[in-house]
């Protein structure tokens, strides 16, 4: 199974986007240029993550990029359906049922063993990711990560970081109850 290189892009850029102190916002510009990516590539990724409520895009001249809902909330599992999609990367043809030698339908009444089977795995695979969270990823590459990277990575979002409006703040505190 080959994921899309969106997938990747959209995980890193989460987890940036968790080292965001509260309010702020990261540009997707800056996101792109992190990374190594074309930013209107990037967009439609940030995009897709947003229409699936795991980032919010916040307007205007301090506006940007940030997580929609803690990392805890958040699982591998949400970021590549955001971005892949919710079909299975298996799609079944029912080529067994064309061809030189198909035969009548009444013939294939049991399921596709190979379909069930490449079902079954990507069940084990959703399941996998599912149970991994964007904090654990925060965790474990903060906890394992060369130094180095780690304090580049910090040293990165930090120099971004574009801080909450206090007109967005204020508009935000009004809308709460």
């Given at each position: 199974?080959k994921?899309?290189?969106?997938?990747?892009?959209?995980?890193?850029?989460?987890?940036?986007?968790?080292?965001v102190?509260g309010?702020?916002?990261?540009p997707?510009?800056a996101m792109?240029e992190?990374?190594?990516?074309?930013?209107?590539?990037l967009?439609?990724?940030?995009k897709?993550?947003?229409?699936?409520?795991?980032?919010?895009?916040?307007p205007g001249p301090?506006?940007?990029?940030?997580?929609a809902?803690?990392?805890?909330?958040?699982?591998?599992?949400?970021i590549?359906l955001?971005?892949?999609?919710?079909?299975?990367?298996?799609?079944?043809?029912?080529?067994r049922?064309?061809g030189?030698?198909a035969?009548?339908?009444s013939a294939?009444?049991?399921?596709?063993g190979i379909n069930v089977?490449?079902?079954?795995?990507?069940r084990?695979?959703?399941?996998?990711?599912?149970e991994?969270?964007?904090?654990?990823?925060v965790a474990?590459?903060t906890a394992?990560?060369?130094?180095?990277?780690?304090?580049?990575s910090?040293?990165?979002?930090?120099?971004n970081?574009r801080?909450?409006?206090s007109?967005?703040?204020?508009?935000?505190?009004?809308?709460?109850?």
């Open positions: 199974m994921l899309g290189d969106g997938v990747e892009a959209a995980i890193h850029c989460a987890a940036m986007l968790a080292g102190e309010d702020g916002t990261l997707g510009n792109a992190a990374f190594g990516q074309s930013p209107s590539y967009l439609k990724h940030l897709a993550l947003t229409g699936a409520k795991i980032l919010e895009s916040v301090n506006g940007g990029y940030r997580l809902r803690s990392a805890e909330q958040i699982t591998l599992l949400d590549v955001a971005v892949e999609g919710r079909e299975p990367a298996f799609r079944c043809g029912e080529i049922q064309k030189a030698y035969l009548d339908a294939y009444v049991k399921p596709c089977a490449m079902l079954k795995a990507e084990a695979y959703r399941t996998a990711l599912a991994t969270r964007l904090s654990d990823i474990d590459f394992d990560a060369d130094p180095r990277v780690v304090a580049a910090c040293a990165f979002v930090a120099q970081q801080p909450q409006s007109k967005t703040r204020t508009i935000n505190e009004r809308k709460m109850p």
